[in-house]
């Protein structure tokens, strides 16, 4: 099992329209979240999400992507 899970998601109103992402960061001990506004279209906003739960890894971690 990873050592971390990560879950990801982007939605908008219409392609393109504004639009938002989210992740989650879990792991046994903790969870964190993250979620932003876009005006770009729903792939760049699917994109951001896994960015944003990648960028929060610290090191080498091994990490379970899920969209």
Do not use: V
Not at 15 to 20: A, K, L, T, V
């Amino acid at each position: 099992m990873p050592e971390f899970e990560i879950f990801t998601d982007g939605a908008c109103s219409g392609n393109p329209r504004p639009g938002g992402w989210g992740a989650i960061l879990r792991s046994r001990a903790s969870r964190r979240s993250w979620a932003g506004p876009s005006r770009h279209h729903q792939h760049r906003m699917e994109l951001m999400a896994a960015i944003a739960g990648l960028e929060a890894l610290n090191g080498r971690a091994g990490a379970a992507l899920y969209r």
